[in-house]
């Protein structure tokens, strides 16, 4: 899960100005784009993400921040690390269903109290229900959370094997830390699609991303669903790749850029973003890097390529 909500400042126009650089003059290539519908974004400025289409909505596209999903990884969340001040990727107050909103500094410390007694007793069913830790986020068998691994809660991601034995065993789920991957809104309602199925575009589906002044697209895979209201969120993989980084963060305060860490978060402050409906291979699921690579960047390559993308970002800024 999104690591507690970065606020997003996206300023569309300079992104726009920024990009165009990339167009050779007297070279103009058509976007061939049109606004499709409004994302709720509760991290956005403005409280929506407009999102653009292709005529045959082959193609989504929106630029947005990218804050970062741990879920996947082999040290996502601790229970003795709580807040990841050590080796864990995530702050476990993300794994759970109230994510800790609204407590002060003794409710957090009582949360984690709790939340390490309910494991040293063996998740005794009344602990656990008042731990708040979401089984959509923390698998569970037999009423409780996996056993641990290497010290680390199994976390899932809604990308996995097909037909998975074990809900357990984290191998089944796409890897934060290998798999480049973003995360899109999920259904608002039992019966109410989101915007982004409306349009076929799921879990599994082919990607591309780029950071303004970049001339080196990031191919990856739509590997999580999160908040229905929310929009912008990369797998580390994905995030490291965008910003640079050549080693995996030390625990969650790097990943938030916090202590001795400051200015080095993996939080992505603008990316275009497109998508493509329908791509995914739901027999053998896009889960590896090099799968990733191959068939997105054919995708992106039919579908216009780099110049193509930044004529859209900059229609997009205007």
Not at 71 to 86: L, P
Not at 111 to 125: E, H, I, N, S
């Amino acid at each position: 899960m999104s690591d507690c909500h970065f606020a997003k400042t996206v300023r569309r126009a300079a992104i726009g100005c920024s990009l165009l650089f990339a167009v050779a003059a007297g070279h103009a290539v058509e976007c061939g784009m049109a606004p499709a519908f409004k994302q709720p974004d509760g991290n956005a400025k403005t409280g929506f993400t407009p999102v653009w289409s292709d005529r045959d909505a082959k193609a989504l596209f929106f630029i947005e921040a990218l804050n970062v999903n741990t879920d996947g990884t082999r040290r996502s969340y601790s229970v003795d690390d709580f807040w990841g001040e050590e080796k864990a990727l995530n702050n476990l107050c993300n794994a759970m269903s109230d994510a800790c909103a609204g407590l002060d500094k003794e409710g957090l410390r009582l949360r984690r109290l709790l939340t390490q007694k309910a494991f040293a007793a063996g998740w005794p069913a009344d602990l656990t229900a008042q731990t708040k830790i979401s089984p959509a986020i923390i698998p569970f068998v037999a009423g409780k959370p996996c056993p641990p691994v290497d010290g680390f809660l199994v976390s899932a991601t809604a990308l996995h094997k097909p037909n998975v034995a074990d809900a357990c065993d984290i191998g089944n789920y796409a890897d934060a830390l290998v798999t480049p991957a973003l995360v899109l809104p999920k259904n608002p309602g039992k019966n109410t699609l989101s915007e982004f199925a409306k349009r076929n575009a799921k879990v599994g589906d082919l990607a591309v991303a780029l950071v303004p002044g970049s001339s080196a697209p990031v191919f990856a895979v739509v590997g999580d669903t999160g908040p229905a209201k929310e929009l912008g969120e990369g797998s580390v993989a994905l995030n490291g790749k965008l910003l640079g980084k050549n080693a995996p963060p030390a625990n969650y305060q790097e990943v938030r850029g916090k202590g001795k860490y400051k200015g080095k978060a993996w939080t992505v402050p603008q990316a275009m973003v497109l998508i493509f409906p329908a791509s995914r291979d739901s027999a053998d699921p896009y889960m590896t890097p090099e799968r990733i690579d191959a068939a997105a960047k054919q995708r992106f390559d039919d579908w216009g390529g780099l110049e193509r993308l930044t004529a859209c970002a900059a229609d997009y800024g205007r």
